[in-house]
């Protein structure tokens, strides 16, 4: 068979994506404190972009669930994050984006957070402006407002200054400085004496009295080496660390299988003094050093807002505090493209006016997304905004996503790090989907949640005297419709940290 060159026609389809609808699929799964970073980094980045501080209106939708279909009313907005006009998005100078990123799916990572960039003020000397920096108010000894501000004292700084206060020798000072150090956030201390012994030169005879005098320290329990040393530290504060109590400690692991038959028998005492030991316990702070240095809790601030009209209906409206607000500066690119020659200054001018219609494309794009998705839940879960958590129906993403002509990626990419306000309180969009669970009447399917809830009901209205099997719960189930197995009772009862039925009826017998 000769060999030789011949050209050979091919047809077929294949999904190119460009570097921008990359970057506008990224913008979807973006949590709002991600996007607000990822817009403030484009803002230092493109001269055309400019933050809108204009108080924008809300974006809103409306979903009648008294009928079969949904009703959708778009109210108009002039938020320049959205940039919404009743005939959709305003039109951008260089057209919109290349194509539409909602089928389009792919595995991309989330944006850095943006870098601070500081400018020197312009006349300012510049001693004044190091002055500035370092806090100073001028050279007259003064301080800026910075060195007024205060902050959450951390253990380490705690125990020192006890410490200071507690030990005068000099020598014995160093080791308990040296221990501070080797206490966790949680308070213990997990190096071994011996081990710290041999690194400070000393013998363990002049490092246990140190540790005896931390571990007196405030709070109750710390620099303790174990949970049975931590709790038996607290205990004996409260003058509670009786013998009795000493072998409750020394069979940790009997309270946690709830073997109370067999501590009674260890403790020689009855079901009353097990029942008070197991109080004095749980009084007890298993990590005491977690009172110090932490992180403050970041409150969950949602992107949608639903609340019920008094219609019946749902309204249905986007967070615009969450909601970055830029504009393009149109008439700064044309008083600089007039005035500019150089063919380089053009082309990156041309650019950086791309990239900002793009970006106002792709947050108009993201919100209207993120409010259809919204809206469409909020049909399927009528029954559980009305009535509680009975009432979650099974929900898929698949079911959302064909109900608004989406690719079940996108839907999954919207719901991701995306919260709802609602009458019930605050969710993630993800809580409303779950799987469905076969009814045992051949009628609708029930929700997973919703069966879980169930659970917890049984149990929690249980008797001492009728604590109810897995088994017992089936058939409970079976008999509200709901058809379920053995293992899928236990599991979903694991997962709540629900303890099996013969733990619940040792815990129970106790406390009777």
């Known amino acids: 068979m000769a060999l030789g060159p011949r050209l050979e026609l091919r047809q077929g389809q294949a999904l190119v994506m460009t570097p921008q609808l990359q970057q506008a699929i990224k913008l979807l799964q973006l949590s709002n404190l991600e996007l607000a970073n990822y817009v ?22 409306s979903v009648d669930t008294r009928e079969a279909e949904s009703d959708f009313e778009a ?18 100078r260089d057209g919109d984006l290349d194509t539409d990123y909602d089928n389009v799916y792919a ?52 125990l020192t200054e006890q410490l200071n206060m507690a030990i005068k020798d000099e020598r014995q000072r160093m080791i308990g400085a040296y221990l501070i150090d080797q206490v966790n956030e949680a308070g213990y201390i997990t190096t071994d004496l011996s081990e710290i012994a041999d690194r400070l030169g000393a013998s363990l005879a002049d490092v246990e009295p140190v540790l005896a005098t931390l571990q007196t320290f405030d709070p109750a329990g710390i620099c303790a080496r174990s949970l049975k040393e931590c ?47 197991v109080e004095d316990i749980r009084g007890c ?32 409206e986007l967070n615009s505090e969450t909601l970055p607000r830029v504009l393009v500066n149109q008439q700064y690119y044309a008083e600089v493209s007039k005035f500019s020659a150089d063919p380089k ?20 794009q993201r919100a209207r997304t993120i409010l259809k998705v919204a809206s469409e839940i909020v049909r399927q879960q009528d029954a ?12 898929n993403l698949k079911t959302v996503a064909d109900a608004i002509s989406m690719h079940e990626s996108t839907v999954s990419r919207v719901t991701a790090n995306k919260y709802v306000a609602t009458p019930r309180g605050i969710f993630e969009m993800k809580y409303f989907f779950t799987s469905s669970i076969a009814s045992s009447e051949g009628g609708e399917a029930h929700s997973a949640e919703a069966v879980r809830h169930r659970i917890k009901e049984l149990i929690e209205a249980e008797l001492p005297n009728a604590v109810l099997s897995d088994d017992n719960i ?24 629900i303890p099996s039925s013969v733990q619940r009826r040792r815990d129970k017998k106790v406390y009777a």
């Open 40 to 61: 403030e980094q484009e803002l230092e980045r493109n001269p055309l972009l400019e933050a809108n501080v204009a108080e924008p209106e809300i974006a809103e939708r």
């Open 75 to 92: 109210a108009p907005t002039t938020e320049t994050a959205l940039t919404l006009s009743e005939d959709g998005p305003l039109p951008s």
């Open 107 to 158: 595995d991309e990572s989330r944006s850095d957070a943006a870098n601070d960039v500081a400018a020197e003020t312009p006349g300012m000397q510049g001693s004044d402006w190091q002055n500035l920096r370092n806090g100073g108010g001028g050279g007259d000894g003064e301080f800026g407002f910075e060195s007024t501000l205060t902050r959450e004292t951390t253990l380490s700084e705690h």
């Open 231 to 277: 709790l038996a530290i607290q205990l004996r504060e409260r003058d509670r660390l009786d013998p009795t109590m000493q072998i409750f400690l020394d069979h940790l692991e009997l309270f946690a299988r709830r073997d109370f038959e067999l501590l009674m028998k260890l403790c020689n005492a009855d079901r009353e003094d097990i029942a008070g030991m």
């Open 285 to 316: 702070n298993p990590k005491p050093g977690l009172a110090f240095g932490n992180e403050p809790v970041v409150p969950v601030i949602p992107d949608v807002f639903v609340r019920q009209r008094a219609d019946g209906s749902w309204a249905i």
């Open 345 to 364: 200054a053009k082309s990156y001018l041309s650019e950086c006016l791309n990239n900002a219609n793009w970006l106002v494309k792709s947050l108009d």
């Open 384 to 395: 559980f905004l009305m009535y509680g958590i009975q009432h979650l129906r099974p929900l």
């Open 474 to 497: 089936v058939d409970i189930l079976k008999k509200s419709g709901i058809d379920i197995a053995r293992r899928t009772v236990a599991k979903y009862r694991e997962a709540m940290n």
